[in-house]
């Protein structure tokens, strides 16, 4: 297992080398000039200087190696001396947005917890909603209630959320007026009437990102708790007079949410993908939008550091998924 | 052909294959056929019929520079549908021709699901979305601004939604290498080439088929996903995605602007899965006859 497990991280290393070399020479194409915005009456020496302080008169390949510097040695320094009040990268060079004239990762560091409000508590929310509706639809298969699951699923698969978001706004919004339509980033939570100001604010965003998750979990843990359900340990357990909420609590959940969790983990970056469109329908100010602003005025680092970022995220669920399968499961063995 | 046949009849048979074949038969048709019988143009402003609700001369109501919201539905559809489908075909084409070739040649067989596996952890979204900002220009030069948008649209999608049918096919191929009538027609002196496509292809065409209906669906809701965020096609040629975006600021006033564009996206998303569900069971020859 412990080797299994270094050598997949082995191996995700140069995955993740070559997916931010992708990314980076696909940047490398763009046609836009970070200096267009430059006024005319700015000579043109001071611009090439300017070209330089950006690092754009240097080769590709010195570039790339500049970017890989600072966003694996020179970041995780800065972030050691934020924990720890050290001062190891005083005087480094760090990954600059060309929209901020500041270091990225400061920015992604501000925008991070509101995405991850919104898209964790979505998470949570779906899986808690779909690992009961996966349960008993498969408990009671092809009854009422398994169709209307069913049904959820594929109204969940069927409406994305840039259709469901401006659907929920109409209604709770604009129709019933019951929940804020806009999500206020700069809200803080001081006392319990804030603390309700910021639970309805996240109501909707939930809700449409809940339903998505709710949609593919209840899908695959109906699948698994039938698999289960037909299982020789299953008819043990009853013959030897087990109450039925042991037998499904225990022995059949148990056994079922194996490869549930592994689709749990290697669903969570595509939570993040999803959360891109719904952070833009709310307005939520999160590493999403922060993605589509800087993709819009053409700030290449930013770009590449936070489609980089989201890389790392799909390269450590797989591996996060492939282990927990392993280990939860002891019929599985990584040679 | 009775081979045909039976699968049209096991199809048919099925609920679900049926109704999602004939929703998104009856789809097609009115995106197509549609004009002939609405015939009122979708670019056409008509300043004194700005904002209409639903009524007799508009069913779904005019926009805000008067165009016919059903008109513009209709011409989103062929535009989505379109582009689903192209972008389906290339994906399918190379997932085909990548999973086949990594499972008959074992020599490609690493380096090919390497590849597969890098692509599968693409931050597929976002790397779109640069995609199409990059691209954009350059590409409108060449084909001209409908064009070059199209073209790139479906590049995009086409060149990051191959990785699950290779994998199929992958596995299929594999499976049927090691059979008796392969083994057969290799003795008999049939070349790569010919084992590939009389042999290997015409035994694989079943999971391809399933996953064309798929991966039309995911196309059609990526490029919807692409206009939404503004980065697909323009507000003069929208598609669905691109309707329901530009229409979601009057969404208070007009919601019905939102959900017919809407509500086409998810029919088509619908009937499409429920087709694909149908020709899963109705291929699967354990099933029987």
Known sequence: MLSYTIRRLALAIPTLLVISLIIFLLLDLAPGDPMAQVPLTVPPEVKAQMREALGLGEQVHIRYWKWLVQMTWVEPQVLIDHLFGTSLSEGKLRILSWQHRGPVMDVVVQRLPQTLWVVGTAYLVGILIALPIGIWSAYRRASLFDQAGTFVTVVGYAMPPFFTGPLVIFIFSVQLGWLPSIYDTTHRVTDWNSFTVQLRQMVLPVMVLALQTTAQISRYMRAAVLDSLGQDYVRTARAKGLPEAAVLGVHVLRNALIPVVTVIALGLPAVFGGAIITEQIFSVNGIGAQLIGAIRAGDLPTVHTITFIFAVLIVLANLLADLLYGWLDPRIRYE | ?289
Not at chain 2, 13 to 22: E, K, N
Not at chain 2, 36 to 59: E, F, K, Q, T, Y
Not at chain 2, 93 to 121: E, N, Q, S, Y
Not at chain 2, 191 to 220: C, E, F, K
């Open chain 2, 1 to 289: 052909m009775s081979e045909r046949a039976s699968l049209l009849r096991r199809l048919a048979r099925h609920p679900g294959a049926a109704t999602g074949g004939v929703l998104f038969a009856a789809i097609l048709a009115a995106v197509w056929l549609g004009p002939l019988l609405w015939p009122l143009a979708p670019d056409v402003i008509d300043v004194r019929a700005r904002n209409l609700g639903p009524g007799l001369a508009h069913p779904l109501g005019t926009d805000q520079l008067g165009r016919d919201t059903l008109a513009r539905v209709l011409a989103g559809g062929r535009l989505s549908l379109s582009v689903g489908l192209a972008a389906m075909a290339i994906a399918l084409g190379l997932g085909t021709l990548i999973g086949v070739c990594a499972g008959f040649f074992r020599r490609l067989d690493g380096p090919l699901m390497r590849l597969t596996d890098l692509f599968l952890a693409l931050p597929l979204l976002p790397l779109l979305l640069v995609m199409l900002l990059l691209f954009r220009d350059s590409l409108a030069g060449i084909f001209g601004p409908e064009g070059g948008i199209f073209v790139l649209v479906v590049g995009a999608i086409g060149l990051t939604s191959w990785m699950p049918t290779a994998r199929i096919v992958r596995g299929d191929t594999l499976a049927l290498k090691e059979r008796e009538f392969v083994l057969a027609a290799r003795a008999a002196g049939t070349g790569p080439i010919g084992l590939m496509t009389r042999h290997i292809l015409p035994n694989v065409l079943s999971p391809i088929l399933v996953s064309a209906a798929l991966g039309l669906a995911t196309a059609i809701v990526t490029e919807s996903a692409l206009s939404f965020l503004g980065l697909g096609f323009p507000p003069d040629f929208p598609s669905w995605g691109r309707l329901l975006s530009d229409a979601t600021i009057y969404l208070a006033d007009y919601p019905e602007r939102v959900i017919a564009p809407g509500l086409a996206i998810s029919l088509t998303v619908l009937s499409v899965t429920y087709l694909g569900d149908g020709l899963r069971d109705a291929l699967d020859p354990r099933l029987g006859r």
